[in-house]
């Protein structure tokens, strides 16, 4: 057994004093300097994690500060935008007021100030700054970004740079925009324009409203019909008030020109487009122009109005049977919401006309005998509902209490739209078609249809089904598009006339194709054999008749091009065609070298072509979801 001496003992006490100093020595030194440890060395893996730790707090601060100043940066981008899309709205306003050829020279001039005023107050806009930052200078945010030379001429003098922030680790976001992106130097005005109407062309159709898309923005334009559902002769007629226009009721509609003001007149298609007429006094006829005021591809469609807006307040009588007398004396109390109070007498033996035209002698109230054996009964102010009290022979047509309720207006869903009718529709759209009809026998014509999108393009062929219906061609598309058309089958319900029970104004039930892009890009549809897309109308390509037959112009001793004319979006392009470009070697068209020519002549990213047929004709679209018209020249 070892020993255990009064100097070892005193040895381990010594150490174990000298490790309590050490350790206290060490928490005091991390009291003062507020650090655990004082070198790396004193224990490196806890160093490297700690600084690791310290490095992600330092950048989520970063992170933090640069989306407080992307926050700052795009709200007051977002500010000088709208105030700047003020002024050009303004200053647009002012220069379409100049154009009226009754002005005077002073009232010209004073426009003139007028508008050279705001276009200082836009270059102040433009040059927008927080804390000395210009926010469209590009990179060179310490520069003013537009000044007026001494000739009068504004110059950017920033750079294209966009700038871009860190907000998480390697995402980064652009939150400016340079001079140039909001005021180019120049940009192709794309436009629509529609077929040719005579002069006094009127639009006379349903409710709708025209959807105009330019880019990525988009804008709604109602078109309320201008029809009163009232003969307005102070006779009661059975037509009146029933949502359905019915012979002898009025029917304004509008002139072209009023419907380019309505566009004009938008808050929110004014900023994006303007609409103009143009005529040709000569020829009788006139166009609608809509032109985009950004330089994006535009597309216009229309749709059904469906908004169902409250025209009147309606209540229905019993039908006791036909003829119908009343059995004995009785009244009618009719009472308005607003307070108005009046009474129908009813005598024995009145029928249901003497009765309709003793209620329609109250004013505001029109009524009128359906063919069922009811009354109609019709209040014309849509916000004033009222109620009827029954007694005597009278029960016989009311109960003892009835309220009024609301009627909408039947919404026309099989009408022609306004975008259709013009020429001006992008959307694709079928005709209608009735439940259960057969497009065709695919055993013995199969169906061969292209749809293309950008760089998107799918051939559905469908060989299989004898009696194809709408809702079958639907879903073999929904199939084979996968994710990027939207395909649906609007199915229009029957309707009837309200106050007719004969349904003379029945509207049949019916269905639709409807198909659109889920990015909302421009789509092209045609027969790549076959008719089908061309028999539901919603084919958008210009197909020709068999080329291979057809020889090319020439004249002796001398080679002259033949010229064509494209138009697509408003830009007319020349193609020429010289015979040793498209002759197929025996003096005819050779449809291959013709579609080489058109493409190149025209641009791939304008137009595309395609032989159909067999490859014996050409299918011509334009790529940009805008009209495409074709023409000789002389």
């Known amino acids: 057994m070892e020993r255990i001496s009064q100097s070892m003992m005193s040895n381990i006490f010594l150490q174990d004093m000298h490790s309590s100093l050490k350790r206290l ?72 007021y100049a154009g009226d050829g009754g002005l005077s020279q002073v009232d010209l001039a004073a426009l003139a100030r007028e508008i050279e005023a705001m276009r200082d107050e836009l270059i102040q806009t433009a040059n927008f700054d927080v804390e000395g930052r210009f926010l469209l200078s590009g990179f060179d945010t310490s520069t003013r970004a537009f ?70 923005k988009s804008a709604r334009v109602p078109i309320r019909e201008r029809w009163n559902d009232t003969n307005d002769d102070s006779v009661a007629d059975p037509g009146d008030y029933d949502g359905f226009r019915s012979p002898g009721e009025k029917v304004t509609g509008y002139s072209l020109a009023e419907i380019a003001g309505m566009i004009n007149n938008s808050e929110e298609a ?29 597309r216009v469609t229309s749709l059904p109005d469906t908004d169902g807006f409250v025209p009147v307040q309606r209540m229905l009588s019993q039908a006791p049977g036909v003829p119908w007398a009343a059995p004995a004396d009785g009244t009618l109390e009719l009472e308005f919401a607003s307070g108005g109070k009046f009474t129908v007498d009813v005598s024995v033996g009145d029928n249901l006309d003497a009765v309709a035209q003793s209620i ?11 063919t069922d054996g009811s009354i109609t009964i019709v209040g014309t102010n849509p916000d004033d509902r009222f109620s009827v009290i029954a007694s005597g022979g009278a029960t016989d047509l009311f109960p003892v209490s009835a309220m009024s309720e609301p009627a909408s207006r039947q919404v026309d869903t099989a009408h022609i739209g306004l975008a259709s009718f013009l020429g001006l529709e992008t959307a694709t759209v079928s005709t209608h078609a009735l439940p259960g009809d057969s497009l065709g026998d695919t055993t013995t014509n199969a169906l061969d249809v292209v749809f293309i999108s950008g760089e998107r ?29 939207e395909v649906v089958v609007q199915e229009e319900p029957e309707a009837v006339n309200p106050t007719d029970s004969l349904s003379l104004h029945k509207e049949t039930e019916s269905l639709r194709l409807v198909i659109t892009t889920k990015d909302g890009a421009p789509l092209s549809v045609y027969d790549k054999s076959g008719s089908y897309a061309n028999y539901l109308g919603i084919s958008s390509a210009l197909v020709t008749d068999d080329l291979t037959g057809v020889a090319f112009p020439s004249l002796a001793a001398v080679d002259v091009p033949a010229l064509l004319g494209v138009e697509a979006g408003g830009t007319f392009y020349r193609v020429a065609l010289l015979g040793e470009s498209v002759d197929d070697g025996t003096g005819h068209l050779d449809p291959e070298a013709l579609a080489r020519e058109i493409r190149q002549q025209v641009g791939s990213d304008v137009i595309g072509v395609d032989l159909v047929n067999g490859g014996t004709s050409l299918a011509l679209y334009s790529k940009t979801g805008e009209p495409l018209r074709v023409m000789d020249l002389p």
């Open 25 to 96: 020595m060490d928490v005091q030194k991390q009291i003062s300097s507020q650090q655990k440890y004082g070198r790396p060395s004193d224990n490196p893996a806890e160093v490297t994690r700690g600084m690791t730790v310290g490095t992600s707090i330092a950048r989520n601060d970063q992170y933090q500060r640069n989306l407080d100043d992307a926050v700052t940066w795009l709200s007051n981008t977002d500010t000088a935008l709208e105030q700047a899309t003020n002024l050009i709205s303004s200053i647009r306003e002012k220069v379409i």
């Open 147 to 216: 000044i007026k030379g001494e000739d009068g001429q504004v110059v950017y003098q920033g750079d294209e740079g966009r700038i871009v922030f860190e907000i998480e680790k390697d995402q980064t976001g652009q939150v400016s925009l340079n001079g140039r992106d909001v005021f180019p130097l120049g940009f192709e005005r794309r436009s629509v324009t529609s077929v040719e109407v005579p002069l006094d062309f009127r639009w006379e159709g349903t409710s709708e409203e025209l959807r105009i898309q330019v880019g990525d």
């Open 270 to 298: 004014g900023k994006l487009v303007h609409a103009s007429v143009v005529t040709d006094a000569e020829a009788g006829t006139q166009r609608l122009v809509i032109q985009s005021l950004t330089g994006e591809s535009l």
């Open 360 to 370: 329609s002698m109250i004013e505001g109230i029109w009524a009128g005998a359906r």
């Open 457 to 485: 393009k799918m051939n559905l062929v469908i060989n299989d089904e004898p009696d194809l219906t709408l809702q079958e061609f639907a879903d073999r598309l929904k199939a084979a598009a996968g994710d990027w058309l």
